[in-house]
C-alpha cells in the first residue's frame, strides 16, 4: 500500500496557491483557462514541477462530495484544487487504492492543497467536497521539484514526536517511548513534569477514534485538535484507564481536521509503550434521523446507545454529553403526552424536537423524574411528528435504558381521586407517604396560590384531635402546588396553599389537593405528610423540669414519645423528645450545650412551649443539630426577659438515647 511521507515545506506550495489565487475573480464557467488557474501553473513550474495527467472539471453544490481519480506516480506530488465563483470552503483529500486517507487539507477557503511525498504509483482518488458554498471547481496534479536545494522548498524536518516534527500517525499499533520525547506540553488530566511524544492524525471524515496507550510508566493520553502548541486546544484528556495507572484511553467522535495526539508522563515518569488506533465511521446526524425508528405509545422500549455517538445536545442536562439514540413519536391530536427515559447504567437526559436535525428546534427538556434514575418530559404537544433522544447527562458514556412514550386527552380522561366526591382517603398516622399521578387528571379544584385550569387529584385526611399537618412534595415530573381546605374546593374555608402546607389544625375531616402550577403541569408525584397530634405538648409542656444556672441535666429521650418538630431534624419525622424550661430576669446571654453520643441528637430553644394555631412553626427561635468532635451540640444566644424552653430531640424516628444538657447564663 502507497503510504504518505511529509518531506515537503508545510507552507511552500500554500503560499505559491495563495499568491497566485490573490486578487482574481473565478468566471461563472470552468476555470481551465482562467487566470487564477494559469498562475499557479507558471508558479509551480517555476519551481520545477510538471503537470500530471489532465485538468479535471465539476460541479458540487453545498454539501456535495465528488470523487476524482487520479493516477500519481511515486514522490512528492501536489494536488491543487480550485472553487468557482460561490464556493466557500472547498474541502479536499487524497486516499489511496484502499480508501485509507494520505492527506487532508484543513483550510477554510475555496481552494485547496495537498502535498504528499507517495512511496508508490497506484491509482488514487482525490474526495472533494464542497463544504461552504458552491459552484464550479477544477483540479489538477503536478510532480517532480520540491526536493530541497537552492531555489527550491525546504524539506520538512524528520519527524520526532515534537510539534514542530510530529510523528505520523494512522489506524493500527504502534510503539515508541518518551525517553526520547520533548519536554514542552502537558495535560488537563494530569500534572505532568516529564517527557512527551506528539503524533499526528488526519481525521479525514466524522469518526468515531479510539486510541489506547498500554504503558511501562503511569501514562497520560492528551488530544488537540489544529494548534498542537495550544493547551487550549486540547479536545481529550485521560489518566489511569479502568483505574490502571499504566494505560490511558481516548474514545470520542471527532470532526474531520488535523488532531495531535501526545502520550506523556504522569509526575516525571517515562517509559515504553504501545498505543492502538482505530477509526470507525459516524453517520451524521441527518442520517441518524433518516432511520430514527418509531417509538409506539404505551409499550416500553429497551435499548442502548452503546456505539452510538454524542449527535445532539440539549438545554438540560449539562447539554446532555453522552451518547444518544433518537426515536420518532408521532402525536395524532393536541395532546398531553409523557416521555420517560429510565437507566441504571447512565444518568438519564430526554429531550424533544420538532426538527430532528436542529437543535434550536427543542420542544421540551427533562433530567429528572419521579423515582431514581428517571428523566422525564411532560408537556401539551400539537400534532406532528417529533424526534425523542434517549441521551444522557455525563460526556461520551454510553449504557442501556429504556424509554415509555405516553399520551392523553388535552384536557384529561380521568382517575382515581380525580374529583372531590372521589377523594382518595389518606390513614391517620405520624407520617406516610402516597404516589399520585395528574397526568390523566381533570380541572376540578383551584385555589388561591393556582391550580386553575390544571389537572389536580385529591385526597382526604381524618384528623382525629389538635395536630399539626405537615406536607411536601416529591419526585415530581412537572411542578405541583397543594391546597388543603376543610370543605373540598371551597376557598372560603381553605387552611393553607403552597409549595408545602406546614399548620395546626382541629379535630375533623380535610381535603388536600395536588393540582398542577400550571394547566400544562401534570405527572407523577410523591405527596408525604407528618401528622403530629399535640395532645401530649401540653402535658410535656406543663411538667418540664426548670434548668439551673450552671447546672447539668443528664437524661433519656427513649420511650420519650414524639411531640414536638424540630427543623433540623427530618422532615419526615423526628425521634421521641424531652422538654426543658427555663426563665431569665433580664437580657442575658445565654450558652446551651447536648452531649450526645450514642444517638444523632438535635437542640432547638422555643420562645413559646407548644405550637400555636397562629403561628405554626414560630415558636422556634433556633435549632442545632451539628456536633463538634465531642459529641455536643451548642447554641449560644441573646434573649430578652421572659421563659423559654429547650427541646432534645432525634434526628430521624429511630433516634435515641441517653443526653447530657449543660445550662449557663453568661456574664
Known sequence: MALARRTIDAGAVGLLLAGACAGNQAPAAGLALEPRFVAVHNALAAMGLAQVGPIQEGMLREGQETRVNLSLPAGCVAVVALGGEGMRDLDATLLDSHGTPLAHDTTIEPQAVLRPCLEASDEYVLLLKAAAGGGPWTTATWAGGL????????????????????????????????????????????????????????????????????????????????????????????????????????????????????????????????????????????????????????????????????????????????ADAVWRAEVTARSRVRFVEHSDEVTPVVHVRRVCADEQSEVACGEAGASSGDAAVTALMDPGTYAVFADAHDRDSVGRYSLLFETAPAAGSGTGGDACADAVPIVPAPSGSVAGDTFAARDDVSASCGGAGAPDVVYRLDVPRQSRLAAALDGEESPHVLAAWRRCGDRSTEVACGRSIDEIVAPGSYFIAVDGASPDAFGRFTLNWTLRDLAGQATACATAPTLADGARVSGSTVGAGDKFATSCSSADASGPDRVFKFVLARRSNVHLALTAGAFDAAIALRRTCADAASTAGAPELVCESEPDANHRSVIERSLEAGSYWVVVDGQSANDQGPFALDFKVLP
Open 147 to 322: 526536493t530541497g536545494g537552492k531555489g527550491t522548498a525546504a524539506s520538512a524536518p524528520e519527524a520526532n514526536g515534537t510539534c514542530s516534527a510530529p510523528i505520523p500517525l494512522t489506524p493500527g499499533s504502534v510503539s515508541g517511548s518518551t525517553t526520547r520525547g520533548g519536554h514542552e506540553n502537558a495535560g488537563s488530566c494530569g500534572t505532568s513534569d516529564s517527557r512527551e511524544l506528539a503524533y499526528e492524525l488526519d481525521v479525514s471524515s466524522r469518526e468515531r477514534v479510539g486510541i489506547d496507550v498500554e504503558a511501562r510508566f503511569d501514562s497520560v493520553l492528551y488530544v488537540r485538535k489544529d494548534d498542537c502548541t495550544d493547551p487550549n486546544a486540547e479536545v481529550a484528556c485521560n489518566d489511569d484507564y479502568a483505574s490502571d495507572r499504566t494505560r490511558s484511553r481516548v474514545d470520542r467522535v471527532l470532526d474531520p481536521g488535523k488532531y495531535f495526539v501526545f502520550v506523556d508522563g504522569y509526575g516525571q515518569e517515562s517509559g515504553a509503550f504501545k498505543m492502538k488506533v482505530t477509526l470507525t465511521d459516524v453517520a451524521a446526524i441527518a442520517d441518524m434521523c433518516a432511520k430514527a425508528p418509531p417509538l409506539p405509545v404505551g409499550v416500553v422500549q429497551t435499548a442502548s446507545t452503546a456505539g452510538l455517538a454524542d449527535d445532539a445536545q440539549a438545554t438540560c442536562g449539562g447539554g446532555a454529553e453522552g
